[in-house]
């Protein structure tokens, strides 16, 4: 477990989002809930490097994290959806109402790591739609100069996947750089970046938690009525 000590951060400077101040009705009591997802299994990921980076800000701006260990995780299709590793993904992100993606660049796109996640969840649990509605903020980390094509695909994704996708984002270019020998990134306008993007990312949870009426469907709403009326036709026969 990694210490929630943030000595890049002028917490003086930093503006904590509540419900108060952002002038909504508080009517969930509980912490934000966001899972945190990255894309690389290597003993030094700099995805997850930065994931964790992303959670100790989020847990000081009043949120409750679970960042998700993709070790392990088999290839979709590869394995049933009854998978241990599977069940916990899909529970974790049921249990969330915002997530964090931070996807290193390979090969110019997102890793087949992190994607790999991705396609393990799907649209609807039955009646359930795991993501619709959710917030997200994207990251992605470089080894090369600063590029935003896996950010950017990221987003092609978090709209396919119905999420409402805050507009800042975070891009780290020579991740190695950006880390000191304790694995904790340096001061840098690359990490203020990230404590704005966190920050973002908490307010719109806080704006749009508790408003599934934002994502009520007409499609959706006809298709029940359409199942509905089916079952109770099939009854009556």
């Keep these: 477990m990694f210490e929630d000590d943030i000595p890049q ?7 904590l989002p509540s419900a108060d101040k952002l002038g909504i009705e508080k009517t969930s009591i509980h912490k934000p809930r966001i899972l945190l997802l990255y894309g690389s299994t290597r003993e030094r990921s700099f995805s997850r490097l930065l994931t964790e980076e992303a959670a100790r800000i989020l847990r000081l701006m009043g949120a409750e994290t679970v960042i998700f260990d993709p ?3 088999p290839l979709p299709d590869d394995a049933s959806s009854d998978h241990p590793k599977v069940q916990q993904l899909r529970e974790r992100v049921l249990w969330s109402e915002g997530q964090v993606w931070c996807s290193p660049e390979r090969h110019g796109s997102m890793s ?6 991705l396609d393990w969840v799907p649209l609807a649990l039955g009646a359930v739609r795991p993501t619709q509605g959710k917030t997200l903020a994207v990251m992605q980390v470089s080894g090369g100069s600063q590029s935003f094509n896996t950010v950017n695909q990221l987003r092609v994704l978090g709209r396919w996947m119905r999420m409402f996708t ?18 904790r990134m340096k001061p840098s306008a690359l990490y203020d970046r990230v ?12 704006l749009l938690r508790d408003r599934p009426d934002l994502v009520d469907r007409y499609s959706e709403r006809k298709e029940s009525a359409d199942e509905l009326s089916q079952r109770v036709n099939q009854r009556s026969i």
């Design 9 to 15: 951060l002028d917490t003086d400077l930093v503006d």
């Design 71 to 73: 070790s392990g995780l």
């Design 112 to 117: 087949a790591v992190f994607k790999a996640q």
């Design 166 to 183: 805050i507009p800042n984002q975070s891009s780290v270019p020579k991740a190695f750089m950006e880390f000191d020998d304790q694995d």
């Design 195 to 206: 404590v704005d993007v966190m920050e973002e990312l908490v307010k719109f949870t806080l």
